[in-house]
C-alpha cells in the first residue's frame, strides 16, 4: 500500500487546530476581547501615525462609556 502513516494523524492534528481556532474566535467574540483587536486594526489602518491606547487604556475608556450610557443593558 505504501501510504504515509503520518497522514491521518496529521488530518487529525489539523482537524484539532481548526476546532481550537473557532472554539478560540468564538470565546473571543463572547468576552469581548476582539473589541481590542479590532480598535488596534481600526487604528492601523486610519491613524498610522497616532499611538494607540494601551488594552488598559481601551477597556476603561470602553467600561466609561457603557457607564455612561448604558444603552440596552439589561444590569
Known sequence: MGGDARGPARRAAEG?????????WYVNGVTGQSRYAAYL???RAA???RVPMTERE???R??????????????
Do not use: N
Not at 487546530?17 to 473557532?22: M, V
Not at 467600561?63 to 439589561?74: E, H, I, L
Open 16 to 24: 484539532l487546530r481548526r476546532a481550537w481556532r473557532a472554539v478560540s
Open 62 to 75: 470602553h467600561y466609561a462609556a457603557q457607564d455612561a450610557d448604558p444603552g440596552a443593558r439589561c444590569c
Open 41 to 43: 486594526a481600526h487604528e
Open 58 to 60: 481601551f477597556w476603561r
Open 47 to 49: 491613524h498610522p501615525d
